[in-house]
């Protein structure tokens, strides 16, 4: 496989890339191999080098993402030719002159790759449309079982990716793709029984002269949408020229304060009426994994969402503690929503949304998932699906039992 252009004199050829890999990456791309239907522990994020953070990141939100050293030496990112959902052949060389941010990714995946893909979208709403026509979103099929375009294509249109017209879903004959994977150093692990892949979760970023400038990673921490999003633009944006940088939208991480509702704060309790019975109290969940689940009944989502979480409660049993938080709903209309999705968990009515605001929830569904000492883990705007929300618990607790 040829290697892409390299116009100001840096390496060229895999086996720099790989020494770069092995030394820079070996703690993100060991642990971060998602196999399908089967859960992985938590990923670490490689430390990153002294005065390496990117501009627009702070230290917690690069340590989010994974944010590992660049090479001293420009490394030239290697080059394929493969063709993406439209049927469009894609030369590397022809994405230069843009920022790549490149990806590996299975296109039968539901978790992992599926919560990089509401990433990746949110990323590109972060940044401004000078910054977005400038940034190519491409990944490149980790599944040689599912090559054809089709396949792309189907999974794109389910992600809500094919609306992007910056985003490259590549694919190719299997010998193709084994070797788009080699000359990236990225692990591909081929189960024939199951027809299941596992890959590593490696994120490039790729300047517009096509060098590898940052290396990231995504796991069940880019379940975090909004900081994961806005570092993941930050990262894409700060590899332009720095005439065409700009103010990236979202938030970075922040620092931790007791009683907050943001990641690694500890807020109290969340308390309430509860939909069905007396009151209801996350109180009473502390020593267990506790997911909260914000939603309303006039939320057409939320309907999906309560039963997927449902289904994942009646899956672990008492292993893991399900809370609703029903917001801005009577009672009847709340009481309505639950018995028509069969829904048994605990519930507690915010009528007023003062628990909403109080974790300032976006948009519901809202989930946010906490520690058993009360530590808030994952905030996640949006649905979170059965296999999302299953593969982030099993990241989170290797000893839960396996989803029935």
């Known amino acids: 496989m040829s290697s892409a252009g390299n116009s100001d004199g840096g390496r060229t050829g895999v086996p720099g890339w790989v020494l770069w890999v092995s030394s820079a990456a070996l703690l993100v791309v060991i642990g971060l191999l998602v196999v399908i239907g089967v859960a992985d522990a938590r990923p670490a994020a490689a430390p990153p080098a002294v005065n390496a953070v990117p501009a627009g990141l702070n230290q917690a939100t690069a340590d989010l993402l994974g944010v590992s050293p660049t090479p001293t030496d420009p490394v030239t990112a290697p080059g394929y030719r493969l063709t993406d959902q ?42 401004t449309a000078a910054a977005r ?37 590549l694919t190719g004959a299997p010998t193709q793709l084994a070797a788009a994977a080699r000359a990236y150093a ?13 890959h590593g979760s ?20 880019s379940a975090d949408t909004i900081p994961f999003a806005h570092g993941l633009a930050a990262l894409a944006d700060d590899a332009l020229p720095l005439s065409q940088r700009a103010v990236v939208g979202g938030t970075n991480l922040t620092t931790v304060v007791p009683g907050g509702t943001d990641i690694g704060d500890t807020p109290t309790p969340v308390t309430g009426p509860a939909l069905i019975g007396a009151t209801t109290t996350s109180a009473t969940t502390h020593g267990q994994y506790t997911v909260i689940d914000f939603w309303s009944s006039t939320c057409a989502a939320c309907s999906i969402q309560l039963t997927d979480d449902q289904a994942e409660a009646t899956s672990l049993g008492t292993a893991v503690a399900f809370l609703g938080v029903d917001v801005a709903d009577d009672q009847a209309s709340g009481r309505a929503a639950t018995a028509r999705d069969r829904v048994t968990i605990p519930t507690l009515r915010d009528p007023d949304g003062t628990q909403a605001a109080r974790f300032r929830v976006s948009e519901l569904p809202y989930t946010v998932i906490l520690s058993p000492t009360g530590t808030v883990l994952v905030r996640h705007p949006g649905l979170f699906t059965t296999e999302e929300l299953d593969y982030v618990l099993h990241s989170l607790d290797t000893a839960l039992p396996p989803a029935t």
Not at 115 to 124: F, G, N
Request: aromatic share 8%; glycine share 4%; net charge negative.
């Open 86 to 127: 439209r049927g469009r052949v894609i030369d590397s060389s022809s994405l230069h002159g843009r920022v790549v941010v490149l990806t590996f990714n299975d296109d039968r995946c539901l978790d992992q790759c599926a919560m990089l893909a509401t990433d990746i979208i949110a990323a590109d709403h972060d940044l």
């Open 133 to 169: 026509a400038k940034v190519a979103f491409v990944s490149i099929n980790a599944n040689p079982y599912h090559p054809a375009v089709t396949d792309v294509k189907t999974w794109s249109h389910q992600h809500g990716l094919d609306a992007l017209p910056n985003w490259y879903f």
């Open 186 to 198: 990225v692990p591909i692990q081929l189960d024939p029984a199951t027809r299941s892949v596992s």
């Open 202 to 221: 490696q994120i490039f970023i790729i300047d517009p002269t096509g060098h590898i400038v940052e290396q990231a990673a995504f796991g069940a921490e």
